[in-house]
Each structure stands twice: as structure tokens, then as C-alpha cells.
């Protein structure tokens, strides 16, 4: 453990860059505003004292368009729908929350898109009746290919007026993808006859058209959501309230800090320039890239917060909510912590599966290499996701290298000799800098493309060689620190 002034000085130094950097963001997008109002349509905001709101993040924009439209009166509707079946039907909710699903469904996504969402879930509930994995996953992946076709795409637009209504479908139908892999997989691998009744088609319904995972997550499996949804027990009214006020309280407060970054400072608008972007001060460029990736953060603990809240009063528990990625210093930790739904479908159903760690070396090798080739085709397979993919099973294999030779008896017995612990835990915090630099650029890559990452590498790693470099590598060594405190402060915890 290091000293508590030294710690302290980490915490402190963290905290100084990121208001400084954050604050170098804040006069770029007013120094620009006009220019990018121009350029980009910057939003009149009615929050904040009437300060112009960046729009630029799709996802952000498009969620709250269609929660201040339907989807928010749906997910209250599933509460009271839910409620009222625990109190008067408790051995009917499953079915209950079925019909409502699908009519929550058909009022967003109307008869085309439902009966879409049947089509996929009934072909892939007969492929299953072979019980064989092979055709399962054959089956998954040439129905995520059909979402990409051009020519299915036309006619699904053709069923909207909007081209919102059209992305709800898409959305929707690659989250169901995950939903329905599970349940067939885990119909696969059943093998007892006295446990196959939860293996049937209504609880594949059920589980499929629960409402609030149903268009954006989290993931829940099929076993852990049949186990949970066949409790008899269930809180109070009075606990009941309980956690809906503590869950209301933070999603208000997360929703506000989200609201606040974007009329702050404008970080999707000046990464959707790139003169501009690289055209910045470093401490701009180290800002925006911290603004980005929290953002990000902020707003998934919003979108995933909701069904989460949901799920707590159904008697459900959700996947944990991300972990805030100021701590985070590796590779294996984002995924290991940041959609923890995800990593542990692609554990369970990917990774296990192909082999894992059981075959050695090149067994390891290639089934991570096969985990995040399905990742980077389930986001969309765009050319800057196989770049992003690429950088993170680099990014793990290197740190499952690494720790493998640091934990061989040759190498640990003299780290024991010739380091105090103090030492070890400075010697890792100055690895884990070089393994974050290289997080945060693989997350600049999936946010905002192969030219941002190609800027922020040639400016920080390139052109900025030895002292901007080094200056990065300070930082996110004090970074380190803090993340490695709060991790094990996390898993005592």
C-alpha cells in the first residue's frame, strides 16, 4: 500500500488535469461556437441559462427523441402493468409481461417490425430443435447479416416515415439477436429432459419481449432471467418506493451531468471537424479525449440505469452498471466492467465455447480473436470497428502476456528481491499508463473513427515525441494509481 500523502498528491494531480483539461474544451467550443453552429446546427438549449447544446452524438439525441415521445409512457406502463401482476397474478406474470411486451412493441415498431422480431425468434427457435451449436450460431449470424443487406434495408425503411422508426428496428433487432442466441445455445446444451419445460417457445417469448432490456440492453442470459423470473418472493411496497426514488434521484442527476457536458463544451461537434480537432492545444486534445469517453460513460449509466431501475422493482437483478472509466487501467478491466451484460454473453457463448483458455497459447490467441471479431460484426462491422477490435485483442493478449511472464517463478522471485511492494505497485502503475494510453485510443477509434484515432496518434505519439508523449504517459500514470486503489477497493468491496 503506498503512502496516504502519496495517493493523496495521485487523487489531487488526477482531478487538477481533468477540470484544467476540461476547461481548455470549454474555451475551444466557445472560441468556435459560431463556426460550428454553422457547421454542425448547434441546438438552442432551454437549460443552463440558454447556453447552445452540442446534438452531434447520435445515439444521445436519438434516445432522448424517443423517450420524450413514447418510449418513457411504455416503460411506465411496463412498471404498473408489473406491479399490478405481482399483487393479483403473480404465477401469470411471465405471460402478462409477454402480451405487454409485444404491444409495447407493435406501438413503436408497428406490425411490420413485430412480426420482424417474431420472424427472427421463430427461425431461431426451430434451428435450435436440432440441438446443435454449429447451426445456432450459423443461424445468429446470417439473420445479423440480413440487417445489413441494402436491399432488406430499402424495404424496412419503406415501412416508416422517419428514419428514427427505421433505426429503432435496427437497434432493436441486434440487441433481440443476443436475447435469442442465448436461449438457444442454452437449449443446446440442455440435456436433462425434467428441466426442459422453461425450454419451450412461450418462455422464449417472455424472455425475448421483456420490455426494458428490449431495445438497447442490458444483457441478461436466459437461465439467469428464467431463475429470477420464477422467484415467488417480492419486496414490500415500502422497499418498492424505496428503490425507485434512490434510482429516480441518480438517473436525474446522471441525466443532468450528460445535459450540462453537452452545453459545456461541444467534443462530438469538434470531432465530427477534423482541422479543427487538429488544430487544438494538447491540453484541448487530452481534454476532449477525456470528455468523450466519460460522456460516454455518463450516458450509459443513463441508458443502461433505466431498465436497470425496471428490472430491480420486477424482483430482477440487472448486470452491474458501468465502472467509471477515469479508473480504468487496462484492457481486460473496460470489458471486464464497462457493459458487463456483454462480456459476460461473449465469455459464456463466444469464448468458452471456441475453446477458451483450455488449449494453450494459440488456443487463447484465437478465441479471444474470435470474441472480438463477433463484437466488432454485432456493432456493425464497419472498417473502423475491425481496427478498434484489432487494437483491443492486441491490447488484452499483450496484458494476458505480460502478467503471465510477471507471474512466472523466475520473474516474481526477483521482483520480490529487488522491489519493495511500494515499488511493484509503482513498477505496475507505470505499465498499466502505457496499457491506458492505448485504451483511450481504441476507444477514440469506436467513438469517433479511424481519423480521429489517425489524429490523436500522429499528434500525441508521432509529432509529439519525446515531451507531449511523456507529459501523457505522467498523467495516466497518476491515473493508474487511482484506478489500481479504487479496483481493489472495488473487489474488497
Known sequence: MLPRWELFFYVLASLG??????????????????????????????????????????????????????????????????????????????????????????CVLGV????????????????????????????????LFTLRLQDVEEIKRGWYKTENEYYLLQFTLTVRCLYYTSFCLEFCWQQLPSRRTVYSLPWMMAYVFYYPVFHNGPILSFPEFVAQMQQQEHCSMKISLGVLAQGLARLL?????????????????????????????????GGLALAQVLFFYVK?????????????????????????????????????YF??????????????????????????????AMTFTFVSYWHGGHDYLWCWAALNWLGVTVEN????????????????QFLSPRARRRFHAALASCSTSMLILSNLVFLGGNQVGKIYWNRIFVQGWPWVTLSVLGFLYCYSHVGIAWAQTYSVN
Open 17 to 106: 488535469f481533468h477540470i484544467y483539461s476540461f476547461y481548455e474544451v470549454y474555451k475551444v467550443s466557445r472560441d468556435h461556437e459560431e463556426q460550428l453552429d454553422q457547421e454542425f446546427d448547434l441546438a438552442i438549449g432551454t437549460l443552463f441559462g440558454g447556453l447552445k447544446k452540442d446534438q452531434t452524438d447520435f445515439e444521445w439525441s436519438f434516445w432522448m427523441e424517443w423517450g420524450k415521445q413514447r418510449l418513457v409512457w411504455l416503460l411506465l406502463g411496463h412498471l404498473a402493468v408489473s406491479q399490478v401482476a405481482n399483487q393479483l397474478a403473480r404465477k401469470h406474470r411471465p405471460q402478462i409481461l409477454t402480451a405487454y411486451g409485444v404491444w409495447a412493441c407493435w
Open 339 to 368: 457493459d458487463v451484460g456483454l462480456h459476460d454473453f461473449l465469455i459464456r457463448y463466444v469464448y468458452i465455447p471456441v475453446g477458451g483458455s483450455q488449449n494453450g497459447l494459440l488456443g487463447t490467441l484465437f478465441s479471444t
Open 112 to 143: 411490420p417490425g413485430t412480426a420482424t422480431i417474431f420472424f427472427h425468434t421463430i427461425i431461431s427457435f426451430c434451428v435450435a430443435q436440432f440441438r446443435s451449436m454449429y447451426l445456432s450460431w450459423l443461424c445468429t449470424l446470417l439473420l
Open 300 to 336: 450509459y449509466l443513463v441508458l443502461f440505469g433505466i431498465p436497470a431501475l425496471l428490472m430491480r422493482l420486477d424482483g430482477l437483478t440487472p448486470p452491474p452498471l458501468p465502472r467509471c472509466v477515469s479508473t480504468m487501467f487496462s484492457f481486460t478491466g473496460m470489458w471486464r
Open 401 to 416: 502476456g505480460v502478467r503471465r511472464l510477471v507471474e512466472t517463478p523466475c520473474i516474481q522471485d526477483s521482483l520480490v
Open 253 to 285: 442527476g446522471c441525466w443532468c451531468l450528460a445535459e450540462l457536458m453537452v452545453h459545456l463544451m461541444y467534443m462530438h461537434a469538434i470531432y465530427s471537424s477534423a482541422p479543427l480537432l487538429g488544430a487544438v492545444s494538447c491540453w484541448a486534445l
